[in-house]
């Protein structure tokens, strides 16, 4: 009898895999495939969708290569490509004082001025313009080294393919703010002494730039002469050119980066395609509530 219950007991056990079977295979076999969608959705390019090739113009190099950790583009405060947010004006409020007293002294005359925007003085033959004679003047004041500015330079030249637009630049660098606004302004005015303004202004416009060296790299291979632009710029032969389109700012009632003024009026719409478009035919922005302005 007992024998006999002791086996009848064994035989009412089932052994360890068929015991498992019956749910704890279920649960690990779960949680691996869990484990594994995470690892793979999380730690992957492909699994997390997240694409990290860096910005690239047609026919132009990367802006810069990605660098997990490292590359800006990573970071969400930094995606303004393609958005309001790039085409935006803005002001910045200045963080150190530009090592050049005369361009110190113009930008806190800038920053303290509250004049009425009104171009002054008008665009005239020393000003940088390109475009037909006798077209619509769309006046851009600039600092390269911010990236509205460089986009507001696309937009107009995409307009000036649907429409007669002549465009002038002017510099106001914000050189309390950005390490590179001076050295940029200036690059382009030693590249102008040789013809070369907006080749060298579209170059910049299109590529960016992240530092003096590479500033400089791009701007001397679009020159006749190199190495007479390299010395132009460190012995800042043109940053008295600078500091007069700073006071022009100053006397126009600038108050942003990038600031339009079409035909001597400013403009004070959206800085995107359907509405400075519609200000330059003359036509009302309706949709939404940013309207095309150009105060009298």
Same mark, same amino acid.
Not at 108 to 129: C, F, K, Q, T, Y
């Given at each position: 009898?007992e024998? !006999?219950?002791?086996?009848?007991? $064994?035989?009412?056990?089932?052994?360890?895999?068929? $015991?498992l079977?019956? !749910?704890?295979?279920?649960?690990?076999?779960?949680l691996?495939?869990?484990?594994?969608?995470?690892?793979?959705? @999380? @730690?992957?390019?492909?699994?997390?969708?997240?694409?990290?090739?860096? @910005?690239?113009?047609?026919?132009?190099?990367?802006?810069?290569?990605?660098?997990?950790a490292?590359?800006?583009?990573?970071?969400? %405060?930094?995606?303004?490509r393609?958005?309001?947010?790039?085409?935006?004006?803005? %002001?910045?409020t200045?963080?150190?004082?530009?090592?050049?007293?005369?361009?110190?002294?113009?930008?806190?005359?800038?920053?303290?001025?509250?004049?009425?925007?009104?171009?002054?003085?008008?665009?005239?033959?020393?000003? +940088?313009? &390109?475009?037909?004679? /006798?077209?619509?003047?769309?006046?851009?004041? *600039?600092?390269?080294?911010?990236?509205?500015?460089?986009?507001?330079?696309?937009?107009?030249?995409?307009?000036? #393919?649907? &429409?007669?637009?002549?465009?002038?630049?002017?510099?106001?660098? *914000?050189?309390?703010?950005?390490? *590179?606004?001076? =050295?940029?302004?200036?690059?382009?005015?030693? $590249?102008?002494?040789?013809? %070369?303004?907006?080749?060298?202004?579209?170059v910049? $416009? #299109?590529?960016?730039?992240?530092n003096?060296?590479?500033?400089?790299?791009?701007i001397?291979?679009?020159v006749?002469? =190199?190495?007479?632009?390299?010395?132009?710029?460190?012995?800042?032969?043109?940053?008295s050119?600078?500091?007069? +389109?700073?006071?022009h700012?100053?006397?126009?009632?600038?108050h942003?980066v990038?600031?339009?003024?079409?035909?001597?009026?400013?403009?004070?719409?959206?800085?995107? &395609?359907?509405?400075?478009?519609?200000?330059?035919?003359?036509?009302?922005?309706?949709? /939404?509530?940013?309207?095309?302005?150009?105060?009298?």
């Amino acid at each position: 009898m007992e024998l !006999g219950g002791a086996v009848s007991t $064994a035989a009412a056990i089932p052994p360890p895999p068929f $015991a498992l079977a019956g !749910g704890s295979w279920i649960f690990l076999i779960f949680l691996f495939v869990f484990l594994f969608a995470v690892i793979f959705g @999380y @730690y992957t390019v492909r699994g997390s969708g997240i694409n990290l090739r860096p @910005y690239r113009r047609a026919g132009g190099p990367p802006e810069s290569p990605p660098q997990i950790a490292h590359d800006i583009t990573s970071d969400v %405060r930094n995606w303004e490509r393609g958005t309001e947010g790039h085409h935006r004006r803005y %002001r910045p409020t200045t963080t150190h004082t530009p090592l050049d007293p005369e361009v110190a002294e113009a930008l806190n005359e800038w920053r303290g001025s509250d004049r009425r925007p009104r171009l002054d003085p008008p665009i005239g033959a020393a000003d +940088h313009v &390109r475009g037909p004679e /006798g077209a619509q003047t769309v006046t851009l004041y *600039l600092d390269l080294a911010a990236a509205p500015c460089r986009s507001a330079i696309g937009l107009v030249e995409e307009l000036s #393919q649907e &429409r007669p637009v002549r465009m002038a630049i002017r510099h106001l660098p *914000l050189a309390d703010v950005h390490a *590179l606004a001076l =050295p940029a302004a200036e690059a382009l005015e030693a $590249a102008a002494a040789q013809g %070369r303004f907006f080749e060298t202004l579209d170059v910049l $416009a #299109q590529a960016g730039f992240n530092n003096d060296a590479e500033l400089l790299a791009r701007i001397a291979q679009s020159v006749p002469d =190199p190495e007479r632009f390299r010395n132009d710029v460190k012995d800042g032969r043109f940053r008295s050119t600078i500091v007069e +389109h700073i006071r022009h700012a100053t006397a126009s009632g600038v108050h942003e980066v990038p600031e339009v003024f079409i035909d001597g009026k400013h403009y004070g719409g959206a800085l995107t &395609r359907d509405p400075l478009g519609a200000a330059l035919d003359g036509r009302e922005w309706r949709a /939404g509530s940013r309207r095309p302005k150009l105060d009298s």
